[in-house]
């Protein structure tokens, strides 16, 4: 190979790798547009600190949170802890997931919580494989650096990590006028836990109008019998006890 083909070669190699780079990278632009409507870092943390505050029958432990838009974009991710280290590493990614198929699977006029999901993905079930459409981007789930995640600049903002989780954690967002905005997940704690403290989240937000839903009150709450239902998690009492001081969801407020 010449000199100047050599240099061709490499320039073209340089060129394909950042653009490798590029796709992979986070677009506070595309995500600014997108999440415009949609909670901020500071907002998602302070609701989502709030929320684990209260009593939510898990093992009372540090939570991980995510908001996307209704395109599946990351909008914000936070933890509640101190430090990094104070929750679970991995909940940062199933938070994200979670917050994913709750906007997935929700509609202007009917919200699904990833805990309505868990019984009819089981074998024999309705929705038997759903868990293995829309698979988790492992590039943009691990990308660095580290010590950005949870921060305004973690790097899934303004990405699609994708990704379909079936237990609890997961919750639509919508506004007053019941437009569907995109969703929150959680995650952290025991799978009850986590949709106790996405509800309250939610909750905090002022983002829970939701229009109908498969669950327990004709919305998107958890249910431990019937035919949307997870299993209970740790202590069955307590946390049905939980499920009903949760706090009612809004009314749409009709546009004028």
Request: aromatic fraction near 6%.
């Amino acid at each position: 190979m010449t000199a100047p083909t050599r240099s061709v070669a490499l320039t073209i190699a340089a060129l394909l790798m950042s653009a490798s780079l590029t796709s992979h990278a986070a677009s506070p632009a595309a995500a600014s547009s997108e999440c415009v409507t949609l909670p901020t870092h500071a907002q998602l943390r302070d609701a989502l600190v709030a929320a684990r505050k209260a009593d939510n029958a898990g093992f009372n432990l540090d939570m991980w949170g995510a908001v996307v838009s209704r395109s599946g974009t990351v909008c914000a991710v936070a933890f509640t802890g101190k430090e990094l280290g104070d929750q679970w590493p991995g909940s940062r990614a199933i938070s994200a997931q979670k917050a994913y198929t709750a906007n997935a699977f929700s509609l202007p006029g009917l919200a699904l919580a990833t805990a309505n999901l868990y019984s009819a993905v089981q074998p024999g079930g309705s929705l038997f494989g759903l868990q293995e459409s829309n698979p988790v981007n492992a590039a943009v789930a691990m990308q660095g650096p580290v010590k950005t995640w949870g921060q305004p600049n973690d790097p899934l903002v303004g990405q699609r990590m994708g990704g379909i989780n079936v237990f609890g954690g997961g919750l639509a967002l919508y506004d007053r006028k019941g437009t569907l905005l995109g969703a929150v997940g959680v995650s952290g704690d025991s799978s009850c836990a986590d949709h106790a403290i996405a509800w309250r989240t939610r909750n905090n937000l002022k983002l829970d109008h939701v229009p109908g839903g498969v669950g327990p009150g004709g919305v998107d709450q958890i249910a431990y019998q019937g035919d949307w239902k997870q299993p209970h998690c740790i202590q069955a009492d307590q946390e049905d006890a939980v499920v009903r001081t949760l706090p009612a969801t809004r009314i749409k407020q009709m546009s004028r």
